[in-house]
């Protein structure tokens, strides 16, 4: 993925920066010169340059390019308000000047601080900047929140809008403007756009918010879905995997009942397989309704098994599950609900122990398997009965930040 240097214009904006590259897997350093860098790490550098005059801006943006040009860096990302404030012109001329870019990717949008991008204007909680109370800000004061326009103006070069139509159906063509913005609703428009960017194969400078910055660790820095495998029978458990399914997740059903009566398990893992091949979070189920539960005792019973005895059958299968699921697809983590099923699961991929490693919720253990067909692959475990309904979610989102 290569290193990182980004230059932000304060320190909130540093620290917003930086957690992007840590919540991504990338150690981030925020440093305030360019004093004793280390040339194999990524930094972030703050240059305090935003309420300060214009040529001084300037002037300090530019040494600080110039100074780490000693050092080869993969990708250049300028952090910028997410509202427009700052000496933007300024710190764009010093930074186009000493990097020389191909092209430049403007967009400060945000999504998940409610900074969008409609028809190339920035709007913030659905209103345009413009008209907001950041329009009044004594230091900063934004006078255009149309970003083509905006660039048109500051910088006096050419600038390719792509509606947010062009965005999500892919109609995206370079027309050889040194500048491209275009229009964000969700993070998925971000991601879209870097992606094709980043195939342009063009050296880039980034220019945005941590909205685009995060866009682009996640781009070049692509996560593995998660397995999870709920054996539990309880109602927390079943409330758990209904906010996950509401969340996004996918949810395959090993059907207990029909696996008693003969259906092969592999179809089941053929399902998670292909679930987790194309990026999906995968949880699968053995009794999704409380009525699944009964019909597999009910089955049970007329083959002369007790409820101990499907409970015990239920456990193995999942075992077995996990083994062909992770034979074929890649994960990031597996959350296990139920002590029998992290048991299982552990014997069928032959480890022999597991190693705690931390407390991701209250009562819920990270593990690392020790041994096995899997050595050190990161587990969550969970008592049935544990958690709230967003224990799951959570969960899931534990391993992805990992």
């Given amino acids: ?12 904006g ?19 010169n ?19 005059p214009r040529e001084e801006a300037y002037k300090k943006v530019r040494k600080i390019f110039r100074e780490m040009e000693t050092y080869s860096f993969d990708h250049y990302y300028k952090k910028i308000d997410s509202t427009l404030r700052g000496n933007l012109k300024e710190e764009l001329v010093a930074a186009e000047e000493v990097l020389k870019p191909d092209l430049i990717v403007f967009n400060p949008g945000n999504p998940d601080s409610n900074r969008t991008v409609v028809d190339g204007t920035l709007m913030f909680n659905g209103i345009r900047i413009c008209e907001t109370e950041i329009m009044r800000d004594p230091l900063s004061l934004v006078k255009e929140d149309n970003l083509k326009k905006l660039l048109e103006t500051e910088m006096q070069d050419a600038v390719q809008y792509f509606s947010l139509n062009q965005v999500r159906s892919g109609q995206l063509e370079l027309d050889g403007s040194k500048y491209i913005t275009f229009d964000v609703l969700e993070n998925r428009d971000l ?13 880039v400078l980034w220019v945005g918010s941590a909205g685009m910055a995060n866009a682009l660790f996640k781009t070049l820095q692509p996560k593995y879905p998660v397995l999870s ?16 399914e509401e969340s996004g997740a996918q949810i395959v059903k090993m059907d207990v009942a029909e696996l008693l009566k003969g259906a092969k398990l592999e179809a089941v893992a053929k399902e998670a397989i292909l679930g987790l091949k194309i990026g999906n979070d995968v949880v699968v189920v053995s009794a999704k309704e409380h009525e699944d539960y009964l019909h597999a005792v009910d089955v049970g019973s007329r083959m002369g098994m007790k409820r101990g005895d499907v409970a015990k059958y239920t456990q193995e299968k999942i075992g077995e599950l996990s083994k062909m699921i992770l034979k074929e ?41 020790d041994g096995g067909d899997y050595p050190g692959l990161p587990c969550i475990v969970k008592g049935g ?13 534990y391993f992805k930040e990992r």
């Fill in 1 to 12: 993925m290569g290193k990182f240097l980004m230059i932000a214009d304060d320190f909130t």
């Fill in 14 to 32: 540093a620290g917003d920066a930086g957690v992007q590259m840590t919540k991504n897997g990338i150690e981030a350093h925020i440093v305030f």
């Fill in 34 to 52: 360019t004093d004793n860098i280390n040339p194999e790490k990524s930094y972030v550098i703050d240059s305090e340059s935003r309420n300060i």
């Fill in 191 to 203: 991601e879209a756009v870097v992606r094709f960017v980043l195939n342009s194969g063009k050296k």
């Fill in 229 to 244: 495998l709920v054996g539990s029978i309880s109602d927390t458990s079943r409330s758990q995997v209904r906010a996950a």
């Fill in 329 to 369: 697809a890649k994960v990031c983590g597996v959350f296990l609900t139920g002590g029998d099923t992290a048991i299982s699961v552990t014997e069928k991929n032959h480890a022999h122990g597991a190693t705690i490693k931390d407390e991701v919720l209250p009562i819920i253990a990270l593990v690392e398997l």
């Fill in 385 to 397: 009965s544990i958690g709230d309904k967003d224990a799951l979610v959570g969960s899931i989102k």
